[in-house]
């Protein structure tokens, strides 16, 4: 079963109007969670970091903001897309350790 | 803040040969250091990972090399094939909590 989960797939979306993508992870108890973003044929920029629920700190903010309402989820949102905002969205997640697990990530579009 | 160069930006193996991509990085506070496999559209897939107290290391076709004293960071392809074709990122932090930074990435392209 996949550990993390992130919605929608994709989005195509206008210029001005809100957004909110979404993240959870499966079976694991207080992990860190990431939001990073990746230019279309870029490298990846991180956003946000969280390591306890209802906190969020804020690395790169571009427009954007993030929340973590609940242990298993983090939230990316802002209440108005830029044409900047296209791209690949991902979330990670880790433990105690290093490692850093990947989403299968959202693909914004913002026309 | 950090720092990552990645490179080359693009690499065209042929099947069974070896490809190498190296980064070099800034800070010397740098503790950890990772290796990414993201294939199209995909998200990212960790291939290897190592702190800064190890020097090698290998795996399944695979080969980390940590040099510390020239902040550079290499990952050895051995044996490429088709199914290694993807863009590789290395990714570093000094803070585990804080996120990971990462290179440009290097497109492989894997020929018969």
């Known amino acids: 079963a996949q550990t993390i989960h992130q919605w929608p797939v994709a989005e195509i979306k206008a210029v001005g109007s809100p957004l909110s993508l979404g993240c959870t992870i499966k079976g694991k108890s207080s992990p860190n969670l990431y939001w990073y973003w990746q230019a279309t044929g870029g490298t990846l920029q991180q956003l946000f970091y969280?390591?306890?629920?209802?906190?969020v700190e804020s690395v790169v903010q571009l427009n954007l903001s993030a929340s973590r309402p609940k242990d298993d989820q983090f939230i990316l949102s802002t209440e108005k897309l830029l044409l900047s905002h296209s791209g690949f969205y991902l979330c990670?997640?880790?433990?105690?350790?290093?490692?850093?697990?990947f989403g299968p990530g959202t693909r914004l579009t913002v026309l | 803040g950090e720092q990552v160069e990645q490179r080359p930006p693009h690499l065209s193996v042929r099947e069974g040969d070896s490809a190498i991509i190296i980064c070099t990085y800034t800070?010397?506070?740098?503790?950890?250091f990772s290796w990414y496999k993201q294939e199209a559209g995909a998200g990212l897939q960790l291939l290897m990972s190592v702190l800064s107290n190890v020097d090698r290391k290998e795996e399944q076709g695979l080969t980390v090399l940590l040099n510390k004293k020239d902040k550079r960071l290499s990952l050895n392809l051995t044996a490429a094939h088709p199914g290694d074709s993807a863009v590789y990122f290395c990714?570093?932090?000094?803070?585990?909590?804080?996120?990971?930074?990462f290179g440009l990435g290097t497109r492989v392209s894997v020929f018969p």
């Open positions: 990714a570093v932090t000094h803070n585990y909590a804080q996120g990971l930074t």
């Open positions: 969280s390591i306890t629920v209802g906190q």
């Open positions: 800070d010397s506070a740098t503790a950890y």
């Open positions: 990670a997640w880790s433990l105690e350790g290093w490692e850093q697990y």
